[in-house]
């Protein structure tokens, strides 16, 4: 019923920049938190950066001043703008309802050195 689909993942050298899109469909999409999440082999899932209905943010600490979330509601769209990228940010990323109820399938960044 509710579908995420993450697009913009891909190569990139460290130092370089991507942007990640996700597109929401299936609920009203203006009053859901969103948020970005990844997921490296052999390690957990985590919080990435998250971005409220009113438009306030949070980040991971290995994120901050690298990484910006935002959202486009007429576009039912949230972003990941990712800056100044590093191996260690090699990862599936996935995006989700701030619930946590409904994921994408996931893009992956691979990000050499």
């Known amino acids: 019923q509710v579908q995420l689909v993450e697009s913009g993942g891909g190569l990139v050298q460290a130092g370089g920049s991507l942007r990640l899109s996700c597109v929401v469909s299936?609920?009203?999409?203006?009053?859901?938190?969103m948020g970005w999440h990844r997921q490296a082999p052999g390690k957990q899932r985590e919080l990435v950066a998250r971005i409220s209905a009113g438009g306030s943010t949070i980040y991971a600490d290995s994120v901050k001043g690298r990484f910006t979330i935002s959202r486009d509601n007429a576009k039912n769209t949230v972003y990941l703008q990712m800056n100044s990228l590093k191996p260690e940010d090699t990862a599936v990323y996935l995006c989700a309802t701030g619930s946590l109820q409904s994921w994408g399938q996931g893009t992956q960044v691979t990000v050499s050195s």
């Open positions: 299936g609920t009203i999409f203006s009053i859901n938190a």
